[in-house]
């Protein structure tokens, strides 16, 4: 059964250094998101992506966040210069279409723990 | 504002029993779709059934079905037969128009034996 991979499992950085996280979708979909967890709290949104732009993004999307599809493949969140309060689960996710009757469910990778330091 | 609420922090049921956990949503679009994931220990985030706000039936996958009260704004997930494996976080998500979608706080779910 086809599912969302996402690299690393972990990362450990020091503040103020960038971090990629990577994040290969479902072939056949086509909207991808991010999304990040702090540890024992809810799952928040971050972006959604499609058409190569970013179709939502919230307000914990600031200028230190990027996403990219660098090529037919992958889909990528940086983070510019991170800060203590980045360390989360980061969840990539993606969805056959966005919005629809089920198809646009979201299908989640198995998340990149980020601790910085 | 919450847009998704779920009131049951934790909940315990016994292995075989049924449970519901709660869930309510916060919109005035028109359409939506009403999500439940499971997250184990682990830490992944597993699907495990799909509400659109437009179908007339409440949805079912296997074990897992959601009680979809249109009026009320609530979507509570009901497990049947509850299994030991069943016992992790349970949280109840909302997609609107604008295509965000948005996560509840979570119930913790054990299964005792």
């Known amino acids: 059964e086809p599912e969302v991979t996402q690299t690393p499992s972990h990362q450990v950085t020091q503040m103020g250094q960038e971090v990629i996280l990577r994040c290969v979708p479902i072939?056949?979909?086509?909207?991808f998101y991010w999304y990040r967890q702090i540890l024992g709290q809810k799952v928040e949104f971050l972006v959604s992506f499609y058409n190569n732009e970013i179709s939502e993004k919230s307000e914990i999307f600031d200028d230190q966040f990027s996403v990219e599809r660098p090529d037919g493949s992958n889909f990528t969140l940086k983070i510019r210069s991170t800060k203590l309060e980045d360390s989360a689960m980061y969840f990539c996710a993606s969805s056959e279409i966005g919005t629809g009757t089920g198809q646009e469910t979201q299908y989640f990778g198995p998340g990149t723990r980020l601790l910085v330091l | 504002a919450q847009k998704i609420t779920q009131t049951q922090p934790g909940m315990f049921v016994q292995e075989k029993e049924a449970v519901t956990l709660d869930c309510t949503y916060d919109?005035?679009?028109?359409?939506?779709?009403l999500f439940w994931y499971k997250q184990p220990s682990s830490g992944e985030m597993i699907f495990l059934i799909y509400?659109?706000?437009?179908?007339?039936q409440n949805a079912t996958e296997g074990r897992y079905s959601l009680n979809f009260q249109k009026a009320r704004k609530s979507a509570n997930l009901v497990i049947s037969a509850s299994q030991l494996g069943d016992s992790a976080m349970y949280f109840c998500?909302?997609?609107?128009?604008?295509?965000?979608?948005?996560f509840g706080t979570g119930t913790s779910l054990t299964v005792i034996p």
């Open positions: 509400q659109g706000s437009y179908d007339q």
């Open positions: 072939s056949n979909h086509l909207y």
């Open positions: 998500a909302m997609r609107d128009t604008g295509n965000q979608f948005y």
């Open positions: 919109t005035s679009d028109p359409s939506y779709g």
